[in-house]
Structure formats: structure tokens, C-alpha cells
């Protein structure tokens, strides 16, 4: 069944009802106030992430979308493609712009094809993804943009569009999952010794310091707590001569819009704050995504970054914590390799041939990598 397809160059332009009618509710890098949001508060254009929206609509409905930016780098994608780019520069082509669905600045596993949650058979649902593939290949030939990238979406739902020509590409991060833990001890008690011991030290080592820790939720943080946590935000980009691409405004917008889907935690000293982290939540995970400074303390890092959320975890009986990409130091905190995927197409038949070949043998080494990572695990053999 053909849908009547649209094309639309911000949110502005779409209701906030009708699209978060779409997708997952509780998965908050889709819902419309946190896109809306990037948009609004100058976190994208700027930064070469030139909004498109896709839509399917039936009957005047909309059943479906999803999320695309125009790129002209890969600036805050975090799937590396440097060498492809460097590929299509050295055969006299251009590499940029290309087309991406992702979520800017975040590389967080969720649904990248939006469809109404009133759609469940599934065999409907595999249609109507590949119409919204269609439509994204045909606007990539039609505005000559090199291919299509789809970042951080489950694996299972770009294998079922195994007739789209799609690539697979594999990465590996470091997630913790709760073992049906009462208390942050059920879950020490599950580790080695040497690594409960280690813990025990980091956190006891914060505790010494008389630092005041607490989580507050997005809508609970005051404007100025919000600036001044956007302020440790950006004070980590200025140290590394990078640039902060959220906006203070963008901070104080998901605080209000988002409310209990954002967490922050807050540790301060005489009741100034000197280190901040910030969360979203889903309903079964808890996605940990910014951290500033600008006092140092031996372990605040992990305790405000980690342990905390961790601890979030078991009290509010989330099933997952996604604390970001990287880190093999995770690992002995409790988090363990977790294979990420995402989903590629080139127009081009060669490069998407070579490409191919490319994934092949890049994949199998992330096999063997996680195998590896798992061979460090913390927890005791049973």
C-alpha cells in the first residue's frame, strides 16, 4: 500500500501530538520537544545539521517518519566514517553532503523509523519502513547527496529491511544491566572481589571530600542551576579548545519540556556546584550523556557519571543504564560490551560494493573485540 509521502524542513511544521504519537513515548531523543529543541536553540544548522523530516501519512494521519539531517562533516555523529569520506575525495567525488538519520550528539540505541503505535502487525510495520527507504533513497539521487547513514538503530529492525540493500556497520560501548538488584550492595555483591574493593574505595574517596551530591529532575533545577550546569558543560569544550554545541537555552528548554525525563546530578561544595552530569530516561533505560567540571576530586568523575546513575537504576528499577560511547574503563565498574549497529546506502554501485567488503572485515574484528572485552568481565563466575 502507497502512502502519501511528505517532505518538511523543521518540526515547526508538524504537531507535537501528531508526532509523538509515533515511535517509542518513552524514548526521549525522538519525542518532538527534544528535536524541536535542537532546532530551536541553535544547536544544529550551525554545526552542519541541516534538518529534513520524512512523513507517510494515511487518510490526513500521519503513520510514520523519520528524523534526517543534511551534513556537510561528520561533526557529532559519533560512527566514524573519515576514510570513506577520504575514499570519495581521492576518486574525484564528493563525500559531503550526505543524508544521516540519527539523533545530532548522541549515540544512543533507539527506534530510528517512527511508526504510529497503533500499527503493531508487524508484516504493515516492515512495509511501511521500506516506503520511508524509498522515499530517502529517491531524495538522495534527487539532491545528489553521496548515501544515507542510519546511526544507533536496533539491529533487528535493519535486518528485517534485508531486500533495501542496507550495510550493516558494528561498534561496540559498555552498558550495565540490572540483575534485578534491591540495593547498590546486591549489585557489589555480584562483582569480584578486587573490583567491589575498588568501588568501595572510589566512592568512600568522594565521601571524605564533604561534597554535597543530589539527583533533581529536569523540571526540579532552577534557571540558574541550569546555566550553571551548561556552564560546566561548555567549560569542558573551552579546556579542550572544542566547541560546545548546546546552548544554554536548549538546556533550560528540556528542563521545562521533558520534566521527569531528564535527570541532572548535582555535587557541590559550600553549596556552590562544582561538577554536574546529565541523564534522560526512558521507562527501561537511563541514558547517561554530559559531564562538566571545574574543580577536581579524586573519583568524582565515575561517581557522578557511573555510580550515581547505577544507583538511579536499581532504586527506579530500570532494566538498562547506556552511559555513552568509549571506555574501556567501564568494565570494571560493571558495564559490559554491547554491540551497537547502524545502517548505510550508497547510490554509488562501486562504493557501495567496496564498502561492503570494507564492513565484512571490520565486523568480524568487532566480534573478536567484544569477545576479548568480555574475557576482563567484573563479575564472579558462576
Not at 33 to 41: W, Y
Not at 85 to 109: H, M
Not at 133 to 162: M, P, T
Request: hydrophobic share 35%.
Amino acid at each position: 500500500m502507497d502512502l502519501l509521502a511528505e517532505i518538511k524542513q523543521s518540526l515547526t511544521d508538524i504537531d507535537a501530538s501528531d508526532w509523538n504519537q509515533l515511535g517509542e513515548a518513552d524514548y526521549p531523543f525522538t519525542r518532538h520537544e527534544f528535536l524541536l529543541a535542537l532546532e530551536l536553540n541553535h544547536c544544529l544548522i550551525e554545526f552542519g545539521w541541516q534538518p529534513v523530516y520524512f512523513l507517510l501519512r494515511e487518510s490526513q494521519q500521519i503513520v510514520a517518519a523519520i528524523a534526517c539531517y543534511i551534513k556537510s562533516n561528520n561533526y557529532g555523529e559519533l560512527v566514524f566514517d573519515h576514510n570513506w569520506a577520504d575514499a570519495y575525495e581521492r576518486s574525484g567525488q564528493n563525500y559531503y553532503p550526505k543524508l544521516v538519520s540519527a539523533i545530532p550528539y548522541t549515540p544512543a540505541t533507539g527506534p530510528r523509523f517512527l511508526i504510529h503505535r497503533n500499527i503493531t502487525d508487524s508484516t504493515h510495520i516492515q512495509n511501511i519502513t521500506s516506503q520511508l527507504i524509498r522515499l530517502i533513497k529517491q531524495f538522495c539521487v534527487s539532491n545528489k547527496l553521496s548515501g544515507w547513514h542510519c546511526l544507533f538503530e536496533r539491529e533487528s529492525i535493519i535486518k528485517a529491511q534485508a531486500n533495501d540493500q542496507l550495510l550493516l556497520r558494528y561498534d561496540c560501548q559498555y552498558h550495565w544491566n540490572n540483575q534485578s538488584y534491591k540495593t547498590f550492595d546486591d549489585f557489589l555483591a555480584k562483582l569480584s572481589s578486587r573490583k567491589r574493593k575498588n568501588i568501595k574505595k572510589e566512592r568512600a574517596s568522594v565521601a571524605t571530600e564533604g561534597l554535597t551530591i543530589e539527583q533533581k529532575y529536569g523540571d526540579e533545577l532552577k534557571t540558574q542551576q541550569w546555566s550553571r550546569v551548561h556552564q560546566l558543560y561548555a567549560g569542558i569544550f573551552q579546556r579542550k579548545y572544542g566547541t560546545a554545541t548546546l546552548s544554554e537555552s536548549f538546556f533550560q528548554t528540556i528542563g521545562i519540556k521533558l520534566k521527569k525525563r531528564v535527570m541532572v546530578v548535582l555535587a557541590s561544595n559550600n553549596e556552590k556546584i562544582i561538577a554536574a552530569s546529565l541523564f534522560f530516561i526512558s521507562d527501561k533505560t537511563l541514558f547517561g550523556r554530559l559531564w562538566g567540571c571545574d574543580e577536581y576530586y579524586n573519583h568524582l568523575h565515575f561517581e557522578c557519571c557511573y555510580y550515581q546513575g547505577i544507583d538511579y537504576c536499581i532504586k527506579n528499577g530500570l532494566q538498562t543504564f547506556d552511559p555513552g560511547a568509549q571506555g574501556e574503563h567501564k568494565i570494571s565498574r560493571g558495564f559490559l560490551p554491547t554491540r551497537t549497529c547502524s545502517a548505510h546506502w550508497f547510490p554509488d554501485e562501486n562504493f557501495q560494493r567496496m564498502i561492503k567488503q570494507y564492513l565484512t572485515q571490520e565486523e568480524q574484528y568487532i566480534n573478536d573485540y567484544c569477545k576479548e572485552q568480555n574475557k576482563k568481565t567484573p563479575y564472579k563466575k558462576t
